[in-house]
C-alpha cells in the first residue's frame, strides 16, 4: 500500500494492519478526500473494522447466525434463502451500527432472538467478513416482502399462533406463542419438535404434523388442526 493511497487518512490515523491492504479494506469510506464528512461515509469504525483480523470473534458470529439458523430466509456468503434481504448485500451497503440496529429492532416477521451487545457485533463481524469474500454483483432490483400477505390458508388455519415471511407471498400471520414458521421447508430451519434422527421438515411429515401433532411427537402441546386436505394442500403451497 503507497504512501498515495492512504494519503488524507495518515493525516489523521496511524497505519495498522497495513499487511491487510488499504485503509478502505477494513473501514471503507472515502482514502482520497481529506472533507471529514465524505472521507467517513459509510464508514466502518473501530467496533466492527475487525472482521478481516478477529478470526475468534469472527468464527464465534458464524456460530451465532448458523444456531439461530438466519439462513433460512437471508442470503449469507455463498448460501442461504431468498425471502428476506440479502445480507451480503446489505453487508457491503451499510455501517456496522445500522446492521446492529436491525438486529436490535427486528421488523415485524423476522424471530427476535433476543441478542445481547456481544453477540449482535459478533454477528456483525461474521457477516461483514462473509460478504468481504463475494464476488461483487451489478446491481440488481430486489424486494423483501416486510409487509402483510392478503389471507390465506395459512392465515386461517396457522396464522393465529405463528408467523412467516416468504420470498412469493410476503408476510403471513400474527401470532407470537407458537415458532415462526419462516424457511420451515428449508434445509435451515432448525426443528425442536422431530423425533430424533429427523434433521428438517418434510412435507410429509408437516401434513402429518398438522392432522395430529402428537402422532409426530407424544410430548406436543399443538393440538390437531381442523383442515380438509384442499385447505391442507393450500397451507402447504403458502409455507413452500
Known amino acids: 500500500m503507497s504512501a498515495a493511497e492512504v494519503f488524507a487518512c495518515v493525516k489523521c490515523h496511524e497505519p495498522h494492519y497495513t499487511e491487510v491492504g488499504t485503509c478502505?479494506?477494513?473501514?471503507?469510506?472515502?482514502?482520497?478526500?481529506?472533507?471529514?464528512?465524505?472521507?467517513?461515509?459509510?464508514?466502518?469504525?473501530?467496533?466492527?473494522?475487525?472482521?478481516?483480523?478477529?478470526?475468534?470473534?469472527?468464527?464465534?458470529?458464524?456460530?451465532?447466525?448458523?444456531?439461530?439458523?438466519?439462513?433460512?430466509?437471508?442470503?449469507?456468503?455463498?448460501?442461504?434463502?431468498?425471502?428476506?434481504?440479502?445480507?451480503?448485500?446489505?453487508?457491503?451497503k451499510y455501517t456496522g451500527e445500522y446492521l446492529d440496529d436491525k438486529l436490535k429492532n427486528v421488523n415485524e416477521y423476522m424471530p427476535d432472538f433476543h441478542f445481547n451487545d456481544g453477540e449482535r457485533r459478533l454477528v456483525i463481524l461474521y457477516l461483514l467478513n462473509a460478504a468481504s469474500k463475494q464476488?461483487?454483483?451489478?446491481?440488481?432490483?430486489?424486494?423483501?416482502?416486510?409487509?402483510?400477505?392478503?389471507?390465506?390458508?395459512f392465515e386461517?388455519?396457522?396464522?393465529?399462533?405463528?408467523?412467516?415471511?416468504?420470498?412469493?407471498?410476503?408476510?403471513?400471520?400474527?401470532?407470537i406463542e407458537g415458532a415462526n414458521l419462516s424457511g420451515l421447508l428449508t434445509k435451515y430451519f432448525v426443528p425442536s419438535v422431530l423425533p430424533a434422527g429427523e434433521k428438517n421438515w418434510t412435507e410429509k411429515r408437516l401434513r402429518e404434523w398438522i392432522k395430529n401433532p402428537r402422532s409426530v411427537n407424544k410430548l406436543a402441546v399443538m393440538p390437531p388442526v381442523r383442515i380438509t386436505d384442499a385447505e391442507l394442500d393450500k397451507v402447504i403451497k403458502e409455507i413452500k
Open 135 to 153: 464476488p461483487k454483483k451489478a446491481n440488481e432490483p430486489y424486494v423483501a416482502y416486510i409487509t402483510p400477505a392478503k389471507k390465506g390458508a
Open 156 to 175: 386461517k388455519h396457522c396464522g393465529g399462533c405463528h408467523r412467516m415471511i416468504t420470498r412469493s407471498g410476503g408476510g403471513k400471520g400474527t401470532g
Open 24 to 92: 478502505s479494506a477494513c473501514h471503507r469510506g472515502e482514502m482520497r478526500s481529506s472533507r471529514e464528512n465524505v472521507a467517513h461515509a459509510g464508514l466502518i469504525t473501530a467496533k466492527y473494522s475487525s472482521f478481516y483480523t478477529d478470526k475468534k470473534s469472527v468464527s464465534a458470529g458464524e456460530k451465532i447466525v448458523s444456531d439461530s439458523a438466519c439462513r433460512r430466509c437471508h442470503a449469507i456468503g455463498a448460501e442461504g434463502g431468498t425471502a428476506a434481504a440479502d445480507l451480503n448485500a446489505s453487508a457491503m
